[in-house]
């Protein structure tokens, strides 16, 4: 059980870094801008998804009812797969393409630990 938790914490830690961390860039660097156009987003788009990523993060790492969690999982799913499309219909190099999709693995390692986690919480013990 102690090895789930720490691979649940290390997991999410690691998502949730990277997530601020990205926030970050859209918001401060110059040529996040020029990225987003690249893509075909529009500039508006990059701030909308900075303040979600940092509300994901933040919710990510906080205890929560489970709803809230599934919501905040299924967010950056959609994030991590569209960032995969993205990149790759607008022919970025393969490494900005196979990204989106190392952290779509250590999400779902979050994901799957954290109800391995819950499971073992509210299981009451035999009589």
């Known amino acids: 059980m102690k090895v789930i938790k720490i691979t649940y914490w290390i997991t999410t830690s690691i998502v949730a870094l990277m997530m601020t961390y990205s926030a970050y860039t859209y918001l401060t660097a110059p040529t996040m801008t020029q990225a987003f156009q690249h893509l075909g987003y529009p500039g508006y788009f990059r701030v909308e998804l900075a303040m979600a990523k940092l509300a994901g993060a933040v919710l990510l790492l906080i ?3 489970s709803l809230i969690k599934e919501w ?3 967010g ?3 994030t991590f797969i569209s960032a995969f499309i993205a990149h790759s219909a607008s022919g970025d190099p393969v490494t900005y ?4 999709l190392i952290f779509l693995v250590f999400l779902a390692a ?3 630990t954290y109800y391995k986690v ?3 919480t509210t299981k009451s013990p035999a009589l």
Request: proline share 11%; no cysteine; glycine share 0%.
């Open 118 to 120: 819950k499971q073992a």
């Open 72 to 74: 905040v999982y299924a």
């Open 63 to 65: 205890p929560l009812k």
């Open 76 to 78: 950056f799913t959609f």
């Open 97 to 100: 393409r196979v990204m989106p």
């Open 110 to 112: 979050s994901y799957i």
